[in-house]
């Protein structure tokens, strides 16, 4: 622009005179907006593309070498199953040759009363057997035993026996045969009338048990350690801790069998190769329970219901070979845990009627088939239905020697009665994740928990599963009947007693606080974000925190990987406006772990992550106490200040007292 001059000179006027500093912002000027930002740096500002390399190498290395430690922690788990078989001793076949020996009542008109709902033709049979009874037989089975070689056998004519002591067949009796002569275990009954723990004994070889039940035990029924032993319709009512036990045996059948009204287990095998079939259980805290290291078992036709658990196969050890198949498990949902008033009375005082029964071991109300801690399972072709807590529950114990391996869960009938009627569970699998080479292949299960399962074609390997499922199985899972929390749905627990609420309930609390204290972080930046930055990553967190709550609520595995989504996708939003703020490593960082959220979320609803040795929730949840360390160091650390404007220098100037502008 041309210059304004005086009239007696060229000198400018002083009020368009230009500053010494040519780039300096006048004092009267105050850029907003991006004209600030041009304004600002004065000052170089530090590099921190190094630091934040750094820290995200550190991180993805950290996640490589858990995954190769989590393969070799995994090998160790497994080992080679024991073959079904595997023993010399077989089951025996029913005979009808050897020496006799008959045991009647002293009472005619009590036999003349069980015998008269007998068969016609075996009616008159017992009949005849009657009259040589009283003229050569025994009137109780003890004495029977007394008098028995191996080879025998023992027919017990329709009556109820009280027993004195315990049935004992010892070892030396070998290749014995007691049956009783009644149209079922019914007709004939041993009893112990709670005066006794154990109402028979049996550790012998090659016995061949038919016909009778055993009643009223204190403790067990019938205990048998056999090596080699057929129990045939024998029924076990009224126990107070296990029905039918089998113990350390080998080459043990049980077919038609029955238990009913039994505290603890109906049918209960502890390390012992044994086949159960055709048997039903009613009426127990446990129908089947499978369980002892070297377990070895075909569990096929059974029909397990009005228990709290149907079949239960625990704590097997890592050379087990267990197979269930075609059984029948439903309504089992009995709560024998809420009250136990009735268990300060012994067995011989309480009122059996009402089904209140006295554990000594706890197993969860509303399961159909259980899993804990059990390897080499292999259940297929069960029907399941009406179950209030899950058609199949399974967790493991975590770490390298934990148990919970090698289990195939696949093809079973889910929510379908017998008549074809529907009649869903409330889930259809109950998974903790934990555990090396499990699969589930279960394309007609409608619901469960996680809502992805890996696939037989893609068994997963995990040291750790889901931390929310795996604390429940570690707080609720199998203990001390006397002592169940308080807090577990299948011991009794609602609505907002349950663990997973209140679990639910404090991490949505604790997200939207860590949340609000990164946003605080941010905004006490010396760039904090605008108010419109934060609206997208605002609405997706707050909704994720919400909706886990509800899905937990719900029992919804499906809503639940959403919500983890939801949260994931917000802090990955809020992580790079922070970057973008002025606060690098803080935003890198808080990215990281929305991404691990996300990842979570893909493995809970779409797809079992298979490189991953551990629930990928367990990733998020190791970096949140750095991350909370950093924005509380953030919050807390003094806003830094505003770089001062540089004074501007002016050149002074002697202005002519007058010119002709002068008035």
């Not at 089904?355 to 899993?371: E, I, N, Q, W």
């Not at 404090?506 to 609000?516: I, K, M």
Request: with cysteine; glycine share 10%.
């Amino acid at each position: 622009m041309p210059h304004l001059l005086h009239p007696n000179g060229i000198q400018p006027l002083p009020w368009v005179c230009a500053p010494r500093y040519p780039d300096a912002v006048p004092p009267h000027a105050s850029p907003r907006g991006p004209e600030r930002r041009r304004a600002l740096p004065l000052r170089p500002r530090p590099e921190r593309r190094l630091p934040v390399l750094a820290f995200t190498t550190a991180v993805l290395a950290a996640l490589v070498a858990t995954c190769y430690l989590g393969g070799l922690a995994s090998e160790p788990r497994l080992a080679e199953p024991l073959p079904p078989g595997a023993s010399d001793a077989q089951p025996p076949a029913y005979r009808e040759t050897g020496p006799r020996i008959l045991v009647c009542p002293a009472d005619a008109d009590a036999f003349a009363e069980r015998n008269q709902e007998v068969d016609y033709l075996r009616r008159i049979e017992n009949e005849r057997l009657y009259e040589d009874c009283t003229a050569t037989g025994h009137h109780d089975l003890l004495s029977a035993l007394d008098a028995a070689s191996p080879g025998d056998r023992i027919d017990i004519l329709p009556g109820h026996y009280p027993l004195e002591r315990t049935a004992q067949i010892g070892a030396d009796l070998t290749d014995l045969q007691i049956e009783g002569l009644g149209d079922g275990p019914e007709d004939v009954t041993l009893s112990g009338r709670f005066a006794l723990d154990t109402v028979m004994d049996a550790a012998g070889a090659n016995l061949y048990l038919k016909g009778f039940t055993l009643a009223q035990a204190g403790d067990t029924a019938l205990r048998l350690t056999a090596a080699g032993a057929t129990v045939d319709q024998v029924a076990a009512f009224q126990s107070g801790n296990l029905g039918l036990h089998v113990s350390d045996a080998t080459g043990v059948l049980l077919t038609g069998c029955r238990a009913d009204a039994v505290d603890t287990a109906g049918i209960d095998v502890l390390s012992s190769e044994v086949a159960v079939q055709d048997c039903e259980v009613t009426g127990s805290t446990a129908g089947i329970a499978l369980h002892g290291p070297g377990t070895v078992a075909d569990v096929s036709g059974n029909r397990l219901h009005g228990n709290s658990t149907g079949l239960a196969v625990h704590d097997t050890g890592d050379r087990s070979a267990i197979t269930a198949g075609a059984n029948l498990l439903y309504d089992n949902n009995t709560d024998h845990f809420s009250g136990r008033g009735a268990c300060a009375n012994g067995p011989d005082v309480r009122d059996w009627t009402d089904g209140a029964l006295c554990p000594d071991h706890a197993y969860p109300s509303g399961v159909g088939l259980l899993l804990a801690d059990a390897d080499g399972v292999e259940a297929t072709g069960n029907r399941i239905w009406n179950q209030h807590t899950a058609a199949v529950a399974a967790w493991g114990a975590p770490g390298p020697a934990g148990g919970g391996n090698r289990n195939t869960v696949a093809d079973n009938d889910f929510g379908v009665r017998e008549d074809g009627q529907r009649q869903r569970n409330r889930l259809d699998v109950w998974w903790d994740g934990t555990g090396a080479e499990n699969c589930f292949d279960e394309p007609g299960a409608y619901r469960t928990a996680p809502a992805v399962l890996p696939g037989c074609d893609a068994a997963a390997t995990r040291i750790l599963g889901d931390p929310l499922r795996t604390a429940k199985a570690w707080h609720c899972g199998l203990g001390a009947a006397s002592d169940v929390p308080g807090d577990c749905d299948w011991f009794g627990a609602q609505f907002t007693d349950r663990l997973e609420f209140r679990v639910a309930v404090a991490f949505a609390a604790v997200l939207l606080f860590l949340t609000a204290t990164g946003w605080l972080a941010a905004a006490r930046s010396l760039d904090p974000p605008r108010a419109g930055q934060m609206t997208f990553s605002a609405l997706s967190t707050g909704a994720g925190g919400l909706l886990f709550v509800v899905a937990v609520w719900s029992g919804r595995a499906d809503y639940e990987a959403l919500a983890i989504g939801l949260w994931g996708f917000g802090w990955f939003l809020a992580g790079q406006s922070w970057r973008r703020s002025g606060r690098p490593v803080f935003g890198t960082f808080t990215a990281l772990v929305g991404l691990l959220a996300v990842l979570d979320a893909v493995d809970r609803g779409v797809w079992t992550v298979p490189v991953v040795p551990l629930a990928p929730a367990w990733l998020w949840l190791a970096a949140l106490p750095l991350w909370t360390l950093l924005a509380l160091a953030a919050v807390s650390a003094s806003r830094p200040r505003e770089p001062e404007p540089p004074q501007v220098e002016r050149t002074p100037v002697t202005a002519p007292p007058h010119d002709r502008f002068d008035w």
